[in-house]
T-cell receptor, first 110, second 115 residues
Framework: ELKVEQNPLFLSMQEGKNYTIYCNYS?????LYWYRQDPGKSLESLFV?????AVKQEGRLMASLDTKARLSTLHITAAVHDLSATYFC??????????FGTGTRLQVFP | SQTIHQWPATLVQPVGSPLSLECTVE??????LYWYRQAAGRGLQLLFY??????ISSEVPQNLSASRPQDRQFILSSKKLLLSDSGFYLC??????????????FGQGTRLTVV
């Protein structure tokens, strides 16, 4: 059974600081996705990583995928308040199932 | 362009009442369709997914059922709601492209409160 774990679950960080969110998964998959969820809202797609070594960047966020280690990272550079949200990774299982991680709730303070 | 519609946005239902949530997708054919539930402050739990009309896979035993009567329509139902059915229900779709599925695109969600 595919399991997807994220850490940390909660992250409180000061504006301007850098930090990394980790996403580990238990079975082989070449496709991993990152989503953002604002409070009370639906999920917004951030990144699609489709191969080993894939790296995508958008603004202050950068995502990477290491399929051999079954690990993806979401790196935050010089955090700003607007990045406060919950971030989810999701892995494509072998039977068209998309399994989500536990989520990382990020709070950026001045 | 593709869009996904999910309704209603909020719903308050008494225990023991029936439930029907509907999701439709426009602008694509033969999508994979998903129902997820999110408890307050928690992650997403996959409830059902469907790869075609009438094809439903259930992920967890529960008080809910799903149906796909048309290619781009996915319905989540219950005959008798329980308090534990409260949560944020999200419908999503993806399609198979060369190299695998696209990412899933989500509807706006239905916040269900069972009282």
């Amino acid at each position: 059974e595919l399991k997807v774990e994220q850490n940390p679950l909660f992250l409180s960080m000061q504006e301007g600081k850098n930090y990394t969110i980790y996403c580990n998964y238990s079975t082989t998959s070449d496709r991993l996705y990152w989503y953002r969820q604002d409070p009370g809202k639906s999920l917004e797609s951030l990144f699609v990583l489709l191969s080993n070594g894939a790296v995508k960047q958008e603004g202050r966020l950068m995502a990477s995928l290491d399929t051999k280690a079954r690990l993806s990272t979401l790196h935050i550079t010089a955090a700003v308040h607007d990045l406060s949200a919950t971030y989810f990774c999701a892995v494509d299982g072998s039977t068209d199932k998309l399994i989500f991680g536990t989520g990382t709730r990020l709070q950026v303070f001045p | 362009s593709q869009t996904i519609h999910q309704w209603p946005a909020t719903l308050v239902q008494p225990v023991g009442s029936p439930l029907s949530l509907e999701c439709t997708v426009e602008g694509t054919s033969n999508p994979n369709l998903y129902w997820y539930r999110q408890a307050a402050g928690r992650g997403l739990q996959l409830l059902f997914y469907s790869v075609g009309i009438g094809q439903i896979s259930s992920e967890v035993p529960q008080n809910l059922s799903a149906s796909r009567p048309q290619d781009r329509q996915f319905i989540l139902s219950s005959k008798k709601l329980l308090l534990s059915d409260s949560g944020f229900y999200l419908c999503a779709w993806s399609v198979i492209r060369v190299g695998g599925n696209t990412e899933a695109f989500f509807g706006q969600g239905t916040r269900l409160t069972v009282v």
